[in-house]
C-alpha cells in the first residue's frame, strides 16, 4: 500500500487573491517576516500497490486529468509505503 | 448497570429514570436509555414548552395544515409548507457548519412533506461587532448559509439581522424554508401497514453529532477516546441530491410515509413515524450503511449524521423507490418492516437491544414551571423622558441611527446569498417583505422574519405581539394578507422562573396578536438555554409570516417611485421612546416600556392599506420601525434604484426625538399621486385610521421640518452611502 | 427549433432554463441526463448553472468525464450550438470547448447581483437581434467567475472578436469599477472560435421576463431562434 501527498497551487504567475488576504492579516498580527503566502489542496490518496514509479506515472495521469487544473494549477506529491 | 451519574448525565431526572423503569418493568440498555433520554428531552420531547405550546391558535382565515415536522396553508390548491428552527448553540461553536446544517435540517422539514423548497429566510442575531468573535461568527453563519444554500438552489430571499449585547456569547441563528406542492401531493411522516417495508435513505451513518451522549461512550469505553465533536458537517450537494430523488419517489404511489433523520436521527425517526402511524417497526442496525468502523448501536441510533431520510414503502415495491434513489447516487437500503405489534424494535445482527412502545417513548413528561416577573423589570420600565436631553443637530442623529448595525442595509450580507435562482424573486432582498410570483398565476407570496427582542425584553406580552403585528405589517406593505405565522421561540433557561415568565408571556402575546388577525401559527420550534456566562439573550420570539397577494399589479415595494408624488403617514405618532433605537444608540440607554400597540387599530391600517394598494392607489409603501419615521422615511428614498429624495412637514405637540425617532407602532408611509391621495383619505376615515399628507418626493435631499422649524436637511447619496456599507466596513476593516 | 438542457446532479439553474425556453420563449424542449448519450433531433444545447456535482475539487473539473459531455464536444465540433451558463462556462472550460479558467472572485464571496455586461460582437449567433454596444441588464451569481487567461490567448480573443460580452457600468462603461469578480479585461463571455459555442458568467434565464427585474437575457435566446430558423 502506497500513500501519495498530493499538492495543488495556483501558479506563480496566476493571483492568488485567498493567499494574499492571509498575507494581510498575518501582517496586520505584526507577523512582518512573511513576504508570500499561497493557498492550495492537499488530497491524500491510498493506492493499493507498491511499484512507486508505476504509482508515480499514474498519478501524474491523475494530476493532469482531474485534480489540477494546468492552466491555473501547479502540482506536487510526495509518496510513501503505508502499512 | 445504569448509575445515577449516567442517567443524571443524559438529562434525566430521578423520577424520568423510574418512570422509565415502570413503563419497561427491568433496566433499559444503554440503547433504550439513550433513545428515552432523547426523546423526552427538551428538543424532541418539549416537556417545559408543551403546556404553553397548546395555546398557540391551530386555525385561521386560510386553511392550516398541522403536519409531524412542519405546517403550511392552502392556497387555491396548492399546499404552502413552512416552517422555522433554531441552529443557535451549534453555530456558537462552529459558525460555518453550524449554520449550513441549520438551512439543511430546516429544508429537508419541508421536501419529506412533499413540497419542493422554494425560498429560505434567516433571522440572526449577534453580539456587537466590536468584538472579534463576533465578527467571525456572522461571517461564519453566512458563510454557512450560503454554502449550502447557493449549492442546493434554494433562494434566500429575505431575513433580518439585528446585533445586541445579550446575543454575545449565545448568538441565534433561525432558518426558515418553505416549500410548495399541490395539495393532494403531501407526504406523512407515518409509519403503518403490517410488512411494509422501512428504507434507510440518504448519505452514510458516522459519529456525528452524539455529542450529547457522550457520557455513555466515557463510562463503558476507553476512557480518554476522542470526544466526538458535536457539530455536523453539511454537504449540500447530496441535500440536492436527495431533495431530487425524494420529490421523484414521492411522485410514485408506493411511499407510504416519510421523515427527515434530524435531532437523534434514528431514535426520533423510527418511534415518531411509528408513534404518528399508530403501528410498530423493527429495524436491523447492522444494515444501517456506515461511514465509520466500529460504531456501538447506541451510536447508530443517536448519530447526527446529516442528509439521510427514513421511508416507510408499500410492500413489494422497493426495488423502484430504491433506483430512483440509486440513480441519484444516494442509499437506498431496506433496514427493517412495519410490524404488528406496537413496538419499537432495534436489533443488532439479530439480538434485540432495545425495544418499547412508541407512545412510551413518545409520551415525554409534561411539566408545569415556576415563573416570576424578573424584579429589576420595574425600575428598567421607569423612563422619565424628562431626563433624555434633545439633541441639537438631528441630521447628526440620523446618520449615526442609519449607521446603527441592526437599521444599516443589509446588502453585504444578502450579496452572497443567492437570492434569484428559481426566477420567482420579484421583489428582491431589501424591502419590507420578499415577494415570489407563483408561476403560472396571477398570485404571489410574501415572507418576512420580524422580532424586536428589545421590546421583549422590557415587557414580553407587548413585545412578542408587536413582532407579529410588525410582520404582518411588513407582509401588508408588500401587497399581500397575512396568511400564517410559524415561530421560532429563543428563550434561555426555562428551569428559572424569571427567564420563564418571559416565555410565558411571550407566547400569550403571540396568540393574542394571531388571534385578532385571524391567522393560525402553523409550525414552530423552541430552543431553550439561549444564556452564557454573561446572562440571558433578550427574549427573541421570532415571527415568520407568510402573506397571500391576490394578483401580480399589487405587489408594491417600500421605496419611493417617482418625483412630486404625495407622501402619506397612516397612523399616530405618541411622545413614546421606549426600548428604541435611538435611545439606545444616542443615550446609550435600554429603558422604559415597549411601544403602545393596539391589534384592534393595527388591524384596521391592514384593511386600509390592502385596499388602497388593491386599487392601485399606492406607489410604495413602508413601515416605521426601529429609528422611526426619520430612518423609515430616508429608506424610502435611498433604498430603490433611483434615489428620490423628499421634503417633509411635520407639526405636533410632543417632542422632535419622539417625533423623529420614536418607535410608535401602527405606522406606514405611503407615496401616491395627488388624486389617489384623496383617494386613500377617504379609505383611511372609512377605517378610522390617522391619516396625513406629510410632504412630497423629490430633489436632492431629504428635508424635514417641524412646527415650520428645519430640523434635517441631508443629502441623499450621503444618507445612502453610510447605511449602504456600514456593515460592510464594520466587517472588513480589521 | 429544439433545445436540450444537460442535467447534471448539482445543476439548479435547469428548471430555470426550461422554463424560460418553454414559456417565454414558446420552444420545444427536454432535459437531458447527464449518464445519457443521445443528442438527437437536439439544434442547441444548454448547460444550466448550478454545482454540477458538487463542485467540492473545483468547479465543473468532475462533470468533465461525464458520458454527455463527450458527445457535447462532438456534437459542438459538428457546428451544433452550445451555451454554457455560469457553471456551464465553467465546465466548457474545463473541457476544453473554450480557452482559459476561472478561479474565485477576487472578494472571495459569491455575488448573486444585477450587473450590466456591454455586447462586444453582436456579430454572433447569440447577439445577433442585440443593438450595436447595447448594455444588457442581467445577474450574476457565482463564487468563481474571475476568468483567467494568459496574455497571448487574450490576444488571440481579442484579434478575433471572440469577447462577447464584457462587464460594465449602466453608461457601458467598462473599467476595474464595473468589475464584479476581478475577471481579465472584464470578460463576461466568449465564443469558439467557429462561433457555434458561447460561455457566460451572467444567467440570461433570470432576466427574460419584465417582471424579474429585467428582460434583456431574451435577446440571447431570441438570437439563437432567430440564427437556428435562418439556418434551416
Redesign the interface.
Known sequence: MLEAKVYIT?KK???D??GL?IKH?LE?LEYKEVKQVRIG?LVILQLDMNDEEEAKKRLDQMCQ???A?S??EDYTFELAPVN | MITKETYRALGLRDEEYQRILDILKREPTTTELAMFSVEWSEHCGYPRSRNLLKLLPKTGKYEALIGEDSGGIIVDDLAIIFKMESHNHPSQIEPKQGAATGVGGIIRDIFTAGARPVASLNSLRFGPLSEPYNRYLLKGVVDGIQFYGNCLGVPTVGGEIYFDESYSGNCLVNCMSIGITHKDKLARAKAFGVGNTIMYVGSSTGKDGIGGCSVLASQEFKKGEEKRPAVQIGDPFTEKCLIEATLEALETDYVVGIKDMGAAGLTCSTSEMAEAGDSGIEIELNKVPRREEGMEPWEVMMSESQERMLVCIKKGHEKEISAIFEKWDLHGVIIGEVIKEKVVRIKNNDEVIAEATPDSLASAPVYDMPFEKPSYLDEINQLDLDTISEPEDYSKVLLKLLSSLSIASKEWVYEQYDHMVQTNTIVLPGSDAAVLRLKGRDKALAATSDCNSRYCYLNPKAGARIAVAEAARNIVCSGAEPAAVTDCLNFANPEKPDRYWYFKNCIEGIVDACKTFNIAVVSGNVSFYNESTEGPIYPTPTIGMIGVISSLKDVTTQYFKDNNDLIILLGETKNELGGSEYLKVIHDKVKGDAPGLDLKSESLLHATILAAIQKGFVKSAHDCSEGGLAVALSECCISGDNMIGASITLDGEIRKDSLLFGESQSRVIISSDADSAAKIEKIALKHNVPFAIIGKTGGDNLKISINNEKVIDSKIPELRNIWKNSLRNSLTA? | MNFGIIVFPGSNCDHDCFYVIKDVLKQPVRYIWHKETGLDNIDCIIIPGGFSYGDY??CG??A??SPIMASVIDFANRGGIVIGICNGFQIL??VGLLP??M??????HFICKYINILTENRDTVFTDICAKDQVLKIPIAHNEG?Y?I?ERSLRELEDNKRIVFRYCDADGDVSQRSNPN?AVSNIAGIINKRGNVLGMMPHPERSSEGELGSSDGLLIFKSILKACKGLK
Open positions: 495556483l504567475t496566476v493571483a487573491p485567498q488576504t492579516a496586520s489542496k486529468k482531474l485534480l487544473n492552466i491555473i | 480589521e | 475539487l473545483r473539473a468532475i468533465k468525464f472550460l474545463e482559459g479558467a478561479h474565485r472572485n477576487t472578494g472571495l474571475n483567467y494568459d476581478g
